[in-house]
């Protein structure tokens, strides 16, 4: 069944006269075991790393007020701007001016990853040490190298507990050229100043056991990486070009304040550049009975939504009806005739066991009361785009408000059409109990498009008291891995669930949520969770995974598939129209 909005007077007045919009119903060697390097061997072990106060660059603004500006923020580009869509998409710092163009599929790029995973199959993906070096030169440990042309896209390490002091520095050349030689541990602290500063750096407290680097590292003939100490755990992932045509070499001079300032305001605002033209419409709906289904609004184009806002007041935090209600109730969307997007609201806005908080790039959930949820996604349409709510929940929904933002763009008609370099925008969910020896899968993808990232929901299924040989939290000891186009081997292999969300032993400094990754509840022993469960997210922005023909993106569950979970996942992609569709 169905039911129509009500649209507020000014709204309906601008949806009429103004919109043609309708609100309708229808991540050294081995040492030896003396080496006081070497880090705790239990998968949840390790004390808390102790650092003095942070500097101002690096602590993270309280959740619920919006951060004041780094620095003054350079010239966005003109609203009128044409997309970046073409060729390799942006590259630098671009990532993050241009994030309407995420719809680009780039050509001629692959993103691949360097890490320390144990090449055996077994579990020993960082604790020895064993597997963490390329080889030793006379600089340290080098994890990873390139010759050709790329991008340094995000690296991420733990170990003592998130404690990265003993690793010692680390070096980065680019082109010849050292553009980073520091202690890690002052760089993830924030004490080099911009660009290394959060969030494009994290330490072990704003990523819960993890550390990261995400400034974007252009260069044009050569990469290497190298660590003074053989730093363990570490994932490096970096886009490999076919050749440099429009790439500079990364300048570690430029502060970029205004791609900093961004960041920072995530989970607050749009973060993309303003769009000629876009405009705003609101409206109510509701009531919703179960198995009912409401259109939110349609709309005519070619154009894009740049933002959706939803609210249901009746949810709140740490209730089980209102769980239940994100759980069940999904939010689909329609693009030129083809629903892409199918999929619970609570994985869709970042948070798969209910209400809790989020502030990320793309998506925010706001716990206050009648807060809204909200997405920055860039969803373009050549000829039309369809919001509908269904309630899938046992439970009634009262009532709620959705906001809309578009705008019309002919760019759009031809970069979607098949000699255009943009993709719709999708999700794949899935929800159910995991399979022994088998990844739990994201997504699979056959096609021209890129990967954007995931959010989870996983619940526990192992009882026991949580020590090494009971761990009800040992889901998370499973590693991503990838296939991606033409490879018939994993192509794109990790160290663990936490790490692939780029915290660190069991998230041991709690929940948190950061611009593109997050661990934003962790329940124990709850009604509706029997022993351990958590949410996650990372969104690939940089380091987003672009692929030609196939993708296949899972995880396992456990060290060798082997721990008994029941997962609830949502992958993001942009992604050409299937031949036939």
Known sequence: MSRVLRAAPLAALLLAVLLSFSIAAAKAQPPDPGDPGEPSSSGNAGESAQHSELPPTLQRPPLLRRPAPLGPAAPEPPVSAPLPVAGKGPVGYDHYRRLDALPALPVGVQTLQFSSFDRTGGNDDGFSGRFSCLRLDPAGCVIAERQGAGEVASIWFTRDGGDVRRTGNIKIELDGRTVLDAPLQDVVDGRLGAPFVYPLVANADLSSGGVFIKVPMPFRESMRITTQSNPFFHHVTYRAFDDATGVATFDPAEPATDVIDVLRDAGFRDPKPAELGAQRAAAEFGPLAPQDSVVLGSVTGPGSISELKLRIPQIVPRDRVSDEILGGTKLRLTFDGVRTVDIPLGEFFGSGLGEYE?????????????????????????????VELVN????????????????????????????????????????GDTTPGQDWVFTEQSGRGKFMGVTSAMTGLTPGDDSAFNNIRGYLEGDERAVIDSANTVGFHGTGTEDYFEGGWYFNRGPFSNAQNGNTAHELRTPDCPFSCDSAYRFHVADAIPFQSRLVFGMEHGPLNDMPARYSTGSFHYAKRPLGS
Not at 359 to 375: C, E, I, K, N, Q
Not at 404 to 410: F, Q, Y
């Open 358 to 386: 989020v502030r990320s790039l793309f998506t925010a959930m706001d716990t206050a009361p009648d807060g809204w949820y909200t997405s920055w996604w860039p969803m373009p349409y050549a000829s039309s785009a369809v």
């Open 392 to 431: 899938g929940s046992p439970h009634p929904i009262s009532r709620g408000d959705v906001e809309l933002v578009h705008a019309a763009s002919p760019q759009w008609a031809l970069e979607l059409s098949p000699l255009g370099d943009a993709g719709y925008f999708g999700s794949e969910w899935h929800r």
